[in-house]
């Protein structure tokens, strides 16, 4: 005959404590263990009740304090000092041609903000040639698309950053003539002010499937610039500046 195993009441309670049954869901898992559960992956539950909001965390009123003007002291001349010394005054205009393509299909482009960088100004005062470097800076800002339905299109702002180089050359007139000591500094450019104008033209242009207006997505964007740059040619020399009227009649 064989011999049946009987399973006492203690048996039986630990077999019912050695067995964890696990119930997944999305965001969490539950691990049942007697009639407790425990949570094992708290931070996803934290993760979906955290307030993104914005909200002010301190603000204050600062105290004023007083200030007053202080005697400023000068040296009288005669003396040579160093300085900036402006040798000529430009405008240069530089015409580019750019197609630029973006990481995904746009609807349209809400915003272009666009800068001049320049990277090297060289100059050789002995043939009075300029020779210029930089980019365009553009932050590209364009509305994707991720659906369509009924009568709207749902998507998202994005933006792209966008270098476009140039680099030229030109002929400059000098009103003061720069200085050719062994000892003389590099004349050196100053960008005073910039102004650039272009259109966009976009290409590539599909159109939206199922949709009851005809609205086209683009991923090309082909761009004619014309950009104006007003430099200062500068070159610090020694400038003599002689004794004023004051310290004379004194």
Do not use: W
Request: glycine share 2%; with cysteine; hydrophobic share 30%.
């Amino acid at each position: 005959m064989p011999k049946h195993h009987k399973h006492t009441s203690k048996d039986i309670s630990k077999n019912n404590t050695s067995h964890k049954h696990k119930h997944k869901n999305k965001n969490y898992e539950v691990i049942e263990e007697n009639e407790n559960s425990i949570c094992a992956n708290s931070h996803a539950v934290k993760e979906l009740k955290k307030d993104y909001s914005a909200k002010l965390n301190s603000s204050k009123l600062l105290q004023e304090y007083s200030s007053k003007p202080l005697d400023s002291s000068s040296i009288s001349g005669p003396l040579i000092c160093m300085l900036p010394v402006i040798l000529s005054e430009i405008q240069i205009k530089i015409s580019i041609d750019a197609v630029i393509e973006l990481p995904e299909p746009a609807l349209e482009i809400t915003k272009i903000d666009k800068k001049v960088l320049l990277n090297e100004c060289d100059i050789i005062c002995e043939t009075s040639t300029l020779f210029l470097n930089g980019f365009i800076r553009q932050n590209i800002q364009y509305a994707s698309v991720t659906s369509t339905r009924h009568k709207t299109i749902n998507g998202n702002i994005k933006y792209s950053v966008i270098y476009i180089p140039f680099e030229i050359a030109t002929k400059i007139d000098f009103n003061t003539p720069p200085q050719f000591k062994d000892i003389s500094e590099k004349p050196f450019c100053k960008l005073d002010s910039s102004k650039i104008m272009e259109t966009d033209i976009k290409e590539t242009q599909k159109p939206l499937r199922k949709f009851f207006m005809p609205e086209y997505t683009f991923e090309n964007l082909h761009e004619k610039i014309a950009t104006y740059l007003n430099l200062k040619i500068l070159q610090n020399q020694d400038i003599l500046i002689p004794e004023s009227a004051e310290s004379c009649e004194k």
